[in-house]
C-alpha cells in the first residue's frame, strides 16, 4: 500500500521532470513523516526511500532511536528553537529553516566535528506573510554571504512554503522569483531548492525545485 503509493508518486515526479525539462533524477522526494509512526517510516525504507523529513525534535529523536540500524538522512524542516540547535546539528544531516545568523552560527558552533560539514538552506518568507517564518528577498545576499564563512555548515540553498494557492500560475509566480533571486547571486554552491509540498508538487518542479517535501500524498492524511 505504502510502496505503491511511493511508486505513483515517484513516477509522478519523473513526469514531471519531463514535462518540465527538467534533467532526469533532478528531482529528490523528501519524505515528510512528522505524525507518522515508526512503522510507517520503516515501511517507506524498506520500499526504498532514504530521505525522511521531520519538523519536531523531540518526536525525531525517538524515531532515529527507534530505526538507527536503518540509513536514513533524516532533515529537519520546522521552526527553529534557539535551544534545540545542539540536538539538530548533532542528529541531522540538513536543517531547510535557518533564517537567522545567530541561528546559523550556534549550528556551526555545536556541529561535532566527527560528522560532515551540515547541510542547511536558509528559509526564504516570498509571499511576505507576517505570520510566517523567513527572511525576506532583500535580507538574502546578506545572510547567503554570513554564513558561507561558518566552518560545519554547508550552505545548499534556499526553502520556501508560499501562501497556499489553487491556481497553478499562482503557486509557480513565488518560487519563480525566488529562482530568479539565487541564480542572480552566481554561487554554484546554492544547488538546492526546497521547494513544494503535496498541494503544489508540479508547480514547485516547474520552477526548479530539487527536494520537494511531501508527507499527505505519501502518508495519507495526518490525523
Ligand atoms: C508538513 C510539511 C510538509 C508536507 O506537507 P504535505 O502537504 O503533507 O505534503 C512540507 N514541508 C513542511 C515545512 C511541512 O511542515
Redesign the pocket.
Known sequence: MLANQLHKLLQEIQQAEVAYQRPPGSVQLLA?S?TKSTAEIAWAYQAGQRHF?E?YCQEALIKQRALGAFDISWHF??PIQSNKTKLLATKFAWV??VDSLKIAQRLSAQRPASLPPLNICLQVNISGEASKAGISLDELPLLCAQVAGLANLKLRGVMA?PKPEDDFERQRLPYKQLFAAVAALDNPSLDTFSFG???DLQAAIAEGATIV??????FGA?G
Open positions: 515528510v512528522k523529513g519538523n524542516i520546522g531547510h529553516t512554503i509540498m503535496s498541494g517535501r511531501i508527507g499527505t500524498a505519501l495526518r
